[in-house]
């Protein structure tokens, strides 16, 4: 005969569902708690910047994501920075900063729909509007402080609705990755391709002779003194007290320009960029015909350019040959290709144009 299942017994199958109910409660009362603490944390970090002398306003701020995740949503955010910091001022029609409920180091910014970019320059304003299939920024951080940046910009396109053109009007992809390093150090990653120079951004002769596309660029660098440089964004400061870019990688593949090549960069006294780099160029023959096509050095310093890359050492990916930066002054080899732009040493970007 048989026996039934003693209570004791019966009351174990159900231990299983207890704990999951269980875990389900406390999991949703820490969401709901945390929810709020991220919410409050964002009004906090709104009002600190506005006291800063930052305009910031938006539509909606809420809290979604349950749950797996925290997502903080904002609708038509809208910033703009006082005269100090650039005086510039951004907008997007979305943005969503979102992080797993394990890990709330690690946010991901996503940027949704169009945005536009204003700034006041020495010309007048200038305004720009954005579009990108995707827009996304990763930032880690610890102890307070970011320690890891990310990127990943695809189809992105810009377009002056005021003021002059953008020096580049689009792009197919760009992806970079930043991690700042317990010496005062920040490593860099950025590849850039299909990078679209925007209309009157290159003379017709250059234009004709390179193209008004860069296939490739990318970078593997190392700045020093990160900490000021972040804290104050002036780059003539840091520049005086030491700061440089290691470049310990870089490529670039625009038209007969098919160049690698590392070094050392830093700003001179004017804030112009200044430094040297090892280069090697695949094809020297090519990239002399088409700098002097360009206008950028005459048949006398192409000949001697060419005649500079026959007596170079040969590399397994073609010829070596020092790139300098001095003076205001950019030297390949013997030929003085011309004058990088000035930057602003308040922010970093060329004088002329920002985007």
């Known amino acids: 005969m048989s026996r039934s299942a003693s209570p004791s017994s019966r009351l174990?199958?159900?231990?299983?569902?207890a704990l999951l109910a269980a875990a389900v409660i406390i999991h949703g009362a820490y969401w709901v708690w945390m929810s709020g603490e991220?919410?409050?944390a964002a009004h906090d970090w709104i009002e600190e910047q506005e006291e800063a002398g930052y305009t910031i306003a938006y539509q909606d701020l809420e809290v979604t994501g349950y749950p797996f995740r925290f997502s903080v949503r904002a609708s038509d955010p809208?910033?703009?920075a006082p005269a100090q910091a650039g005086g510039w001022s951004a907008r997007y029609q979305r943005l969503a900063a979102t992080a797993q409920f394990y890990n709330l180091n690690h946010w991901i910014l996503v940027l949704d729909g169009a945005g536009e970019f204003a700034v006041d320059?020495?010309?007048?304003?200038?305004?720009?509007?954005i579009d990108a299939d995707a827009a996304r920024v990763s930032v880690v951080a610890a102890g307070g402080a970011t320690t890891r940046l990310g990127a990943e910009f695809t189809g992105l396109a810009l377009t002056a609705l005021e003021g002059p053109e953008p020096v580049f009007s689009g792009l197919d992809r760009l992806v970079a990755e930043g991690l700042a390093g317990a010496d005062?150090?920040?490593?860099l990653r950025l590849e850039v391709t299909g990078a679209r120079y925007g209309a009157g951004a290159l003379p017709e002769n250059v234009a004709q002779a390179f193209?008004?596309?860069?296939?490739?660029v990318r970078l593997d660098a190392?700045?020093?003194?990160?900490?000021?440089?972040?804290?104050?964004?002036?780059?003539?400061?840091?520049?005086?007290?030491?700061?440089a870019i290691e470049v310990r990688q870089a490529r670039l593949e625009w038209g007969a320009a098919l160049i690698s090549g590392s070094g050392e960069l830093t700003l001179d006294a004017l804030t112009r960029p200044a430094g040297r780099l090892s280069v090697i160029v695949s094809n020297p023959e090519r990239l002399s015909g088409a700098l002097v096509a360009a206008g950028l050095v005459n048949e006398e310093q192409g000949q001697a350019l060419r005649l500079a890359a026959l007596m170079a050492p040969p590399r397994q990916e073609g010829i070596a040959l020092p790139l300098r930066l001095q003076d205001?002054?950019?030297?390949?080899?013997?030929?003085?290709l011309g004058a990088p732009r000035r930057l602003n040493p308040e922010t970093g970007a060329p004088a002329e144009n920002p985007l």
């Open 12 to 17: 174990t199958l159900f231990i299983p569902f």
């Open 38 to 40: 991220i919410r409050a």
């Open 78 to 80: 809208h910033i703009t």
């Open 121 to 129: 320059m020495a010309g007048g304003p200038a305004r720009y509007r």
């Open 184 to 187: 005062d150090t920040f490593a």
């Open 211 to 216: 193209g008004r596309e860069a296939e490739l």
């Open 222 to 243: 190392r700045l020093r003194a990160w900490p000021l440089l972040a804290a104050t964004g002036d780059t003539g400061h840091w520049a005086r007290e030491g700061g």
């Open 328 to 336: 205001g002054a950019v030297f390949l080899g013997p030929a003085r």
